[in-house]
């Protein structure tokens, strides 16, 4: 089991603290007008098209180790890249191999973009995002929140890799009555709706993220939040990496 000491828990607590004010979302990653890439994820299908060599057109799946397989090199990283980042590396690497190289990258399917909703909602677990989903209609699609639910004190945690883990506390009340802007969810997000505060940290992971994501997604996750600061978006607190054994 994978166990989380107390600064996940300071940072998860704080999070539960009902805000006094309204939280800026400029300058950090869930801000409105934040640019958003477009990454690939695990489950997601790609056509790899080769306009100089039609023989080597293929559709592939992204695997849960986040590689495709491309013929001439073997694996290739895909999950958490753009498809024009695919193609440029491949295209590279097939110089002097093929002719002429060309390639194209083309997304057939989306599965693996999801998001993950625990704690005080009626369904909890993964939901499909769709283009531009927004954290009211992720809660609506997991059947709204429960009678127990600290709605003032929802939780987003989105992993930035290589940069920081970020936690943004959001007013589901305030939201609704648009006071505050609805936040755009991003792939593999996880929202907590607490109850009143998170009092075991080890609570917190084993049941709300071992449980809910499966183990190959919710790998890279809890590696980032061992490895990269967490930063708590709106209060100018940052906490060192989360101390995690298994």
Known sequence: MLVGVWLLSVVLTNGCQKPTQRV?????????????????????????????????????????????????????????????????EVQEKLVGVLQKPEVTVIVVSEEGRRVYLSGEVQNPGAISLTYNQTLLRALSAAGGLRETAHSAGVLILRCRPGEATYVLQVNRDRILGGLDPDVVLEPFDIVYVPESTIAKVDRFVEQYINRIIPRPMSFPFITELATQPVRVVGQNQQIPPVTITR
């Open 24 to 88: 800026s979302l400029s300058d950090s990653p869930f801000s409105p007008e934040a640019r958003r890439p477009y990454l690939l994820c695990p489950g997601d299908q790609l056509q790899l098209r080769f306009p100089t060599d039609p023989a080597l057109d293929q559709v592939v799946r992204i695997r849960a180790d986040g590689m495709i397989s491309v013929p001439h090199l073997g694996d290739v990283q895909a999950a958490q890249r753009e498809p024009m980042q695919i193609a440029s």
